[in-house]
């Protein structure tokens, strides 16, 4: 049977202003040019999340396989068809637990994989990351989750000043693990050097990490000046100035450059009292941050939010499609699968209205209920 879903398609390349979206199975089969459409709303590519913490009140930070079901569940229904559970620093018995835990959902879909953001990661830098459980980089510990893992283990954060950091990053690559530097204290040189070792995405740029001297440029020039680095970028108008995203994303171009959500399970919920690798987190106007010294501690974004954000900032919608799509999915090595609307690929997409608010979801053909 063949779905057929028309607007104005959002490609990899523009947008027909009479397009077509021709589905067969869970597949995209065509995306063309359907002259008979008069007006309809805009079909872009689901939304892939690669670093989010949780959501609607669930989290992916504690391995609970019932929560990290339903938080990847509240942020379909906002159009992130493809998402990554990001944890937080935590004891190693603990990544165990929830590397055993989420390769099941991996397995079946559900995760794209898992997202260790720490525990090697720089106190100095460390944001609202529990510093009690930061140490550095272990070979062992990573190599144990990758076999327990089974290919769930898809990117980790990681900082390059830390000893046994770029041993680190080239066991990651070889297993075909992604590696990201962030929360960081590097210095340009030593950012170079680990992604010289192979790390190929920046975790939230400019937030936890050094900042930017005209004698010292630190990770974040050095990421962004690299062509194989993908840079995140937070756009809720909190973690970053809408100067700086527009100017982060005029730089890396929106093939190098993905909006993330770094959500916690505040997102979608109301103002209060949360918690986030065992820290108290007070969300007060949406905004979410440490009880005890108020760091930003994640965010309460959604990745349609994100979408919108941007395009009120100044980014070209078919630009910013790339970076909530097309770009994340190729930065955590899904481009093949998933992230645009093009034949061959997984019939993933979001139907928004002018306003860009989420109407319909489609993930793998079938609408989204």
């Not at 670093?51 to 391995?63: D, I, N, Y």
Request: charged share 20%; proline share 5%; net charge negative.
């Amino acid at each position: 049977m063949t779905l057929r879903v028309t607007g104005k398609v959002v490609t990899p390349t523009g947008v027909f202003r009479q397009g077509c979206v021709e589905i067969v199975g869970d597949r995209i089969r065509a995306v063309a040019e359907y002259p008979t459409v008069r007006d309809g709303h805009w079909i872009v590519p689901g939304f892939v999340d690669m670093h989010t913490h949780g959501g609607g009140g669930h989290t992916f930070t504690t391995g609970d396989a019932e929560s990290a079901r339903q938080a990847a569940e509240f942020h379909l229904g906002h159009g992130t068809t493809t998402l990554l559970a990001s944890l937080v620093s935590s004891p190693f018995p603990l990544m165990r637990e929830a590397t055993a835990a989420y390769r099941p959902l991996v397995e079946s879909g559900v995760l794209a994989g898992v997202h260790f953001e720490g525990p090697y990661l720089s106190a100095a830098r460390c944001g609202a990351q529990n510093p009690e459980f930061l140490r550095d980089p272990s070979t062992e510990e990573l190599a144990e989750l990758i076999e327990l893992g089974g290919g769930a283990v898809r990117m980790v954060t990681l900082a390059p000043e830390r000893d046994g950091a770029l041993e680190a990053i080239k066991l990651l690559v070889g297993q075909g693990v992604v590696a990201a530097v962030g929360h960081t204290d590097a210095t340009w040189d030593q950012t170079r050097a680990a992604v010289a070792a192979g790390a190929s995405v920046g975790t939230h740029l400019f937030n936890g990490m050094r900042p930017v001297h005209h004698r010292e440029p630190g990770p974040v020039v050095a990421l962004l000046e690299s062509p194989n680095v993908v840079c995140e970028l937070v756009a809720d108008g909190v973690h970053l100035h809408d100067g700086m995203l527009g100017f982060a994303t005029s730089v890396a171009g929106p093939e190098r450059a993905a909006l993330i959500t770094d959500a916690m399970a505040a997102a979608g919920m109301p103002d209060g009292e949360y918690e986030l690798g065992g820290q108290a987190v007070t969300v007060a106007n949406g905004v979410a941050r440490l009880s005890r010294d108020g760091a930003i501690a994640g965010s309460t974004l959604t990745m349609d939010a994100a979408l919108r954000h941007a395009v009120g900032a100044g980014v070209a919608l078919p630009d910013a499609c790339r970076m909530v799509a097309t770009t994340p999915a190729r930065a955590i090595g899904l481009g093949d699968r998933v992230g645009a609307l093009q034949p061959g690929l997984r019939a993933d997409l979001v139907v928004l209205d002018d306003d860009l608010n989420v109407v319909r979801v489609m993930r793998a053909g079938a609408w989204v209920e």
